[in-house]
């Protein structure tokens, strides 16, 4: 089993603080920034910050269906969803950048053994590098707008 990771960077014209409360942000913005690949959305406990608890549905495949229990903690411009389900953890890091700030999501996890493991950490990360950008692209949109 190896680990597999995936990650997405855009450049938000909006300054760092704005965009990690946006980020961290469960309740109003990450439902607005949502790409149509996920479901089921339902925030479980808080909703903003550090000890909220969210569940989805990430439909990462035609035949791959996801059940996410994150569980979000905060340190310092990062906001880290640890997912209870499996060993997902996705990082949102928020940088400054001349006027704005760099948003990244890095996703990983320890991948399948075998033949599938391989499969897994060639196919896997590109899949979830277009719904990462989808879902960055929207918050750029929410934030720019």
Do not use: C
């Amino acid at each position: 089993m190896g680990q597999v990771s995936a990650a997405s960077t855009v450049l938000i014209n909006a300054a760092p603080d704005a965009v990690l409360a946006a980020v961290a942000d469960y309740n109003e913005v990450r439902p607005k920034i949502l790409s149509p690949h996920y479901s089921g959305y339902e925030v479980v406990q808080g909703g903003v910050g550090a000890g909220t608890v969210v569940r989805w549905k990430l439909q990462a495949t035609k035949s791959r269906v996801r059940d996410v229990q994150a569980n979000v903690d905060v340190a310092g411009k990062t906001v880290i969803e640890k997912d209870a389900n499996s060993s997902m953890i996705t990082n949102w890091t928020v940088a400054p950048a001349g006027t704005g700030s760099t948003v990244t999501v890095k996703t990983s996890w320890q991948g399948a053994g075998g033949v599938k493991g391989i499969f897994e950490g060639i196919f896997a990360p590109l899949g979830l590098k277009k719904i990462q950008a989808e879902v960055l692209e929207n918050l750029k949109q929410q934030l720019e707008n």
